[in-house]
T-cell receptor
């Protein structure tokens, strides 16, 4: 089955700096890679996703890159703000499967 | 409340109790999921229902029993749980079939087994 590794487990950045979270996956058949944000005491919410036919996707201050050859994908947050503080989860799935495999999460702290 | 709702939000139960968790989605989706979220572990998929049929069962102990009476409701029946079952139980729903569709999560039920 799929295995998703996520690094780092914790990340502290100064407000305004960039944050990068990296994930690797094991199953080359995976072709869907969502990122979820979970604020303290709240539900996980999708913030961005990418499919294997695309190498990069951007939405305002958030971007995701995918390297299928190396089997890794990354979340980039620019101009971080205190409200970006949360736990971020990456995940991977294969078309036709109901299994969405998550990483362990990265706790991001943005220091004002 | 719109989206995905879960009740109760908090539950404390003894190991001999029987309780049920309820999930309801108001999004017109046709797939529903149960996840377990424990500290310092990835979200673990427990069960998936698509069009009211169970399509995924990830080796979950039989003390957890899901039920999906229709496409809007999902239950998780609990009996004779263990302390290690204490966790946040999240329900999610999605449109279409397969995990490549965006999943929308409920707020979760925080379960404590004494």
């Amino acid at each position: 089955g799929e295995n998703v590794e996520q690094h780092p487990s914790t990340l502290s950045v100064q407000e305004g700096d960039s944050a990068v979270i990296k994930c690797t996956y094991s199953d080359s058949a995976s072709n869907y890679f969502p990122w979820y944000k979970q604020e303290l005491g709240k539900r996980p919410q999708l913030i961005i996703d990418i499919r294997s036919n695309v190498g990069e996707k951007k939405d305002q201050r958030i971007a995701v890159t995918l390297n299928k050859t190396a089997k890794h994908f990354s979340l980039h947050i620019t101009e971080t703000q205190p409200e970006d503080s949360a736990v971020y989860f990456c995940a991977a799935s294969e078309a036709g499967s109901y299994q969405l495999t998550f990483g362990k999460g990265t706790k991001l702290s943005v220091i004002p | 409340e719109t989206g995905v709702t879960q009740t109760p939000r908090h539950l404390v139960m003894g190991m001999t109790n029987k309780k049920s968790l309820k999930c309801e989605q108001h999004l017109g989706h046709n797939a529903m999921y149960w996840y377990k979220q424990s500290a310092k572990k990835p979200l673990e998929l427990m069960f998936v229902y698509s069009l009211e049929e169970r399509v995924e069962n990830n080796s979950v102990p039989s003390r957890f029993s899901p039920e999906c009476p229709n496409s809007s409701h999902l239950f998780l029946h609990l009996h004779t749980l263990q302390p290690e079952d204490s966790a946040l139980y999240l329900c999610a729903s999605s449109h279409g079939q397969g995990a490549t569709e965006t999943q929308y999560f409920g707020p979760g039920t925080r379960l404590l087994v004494l």
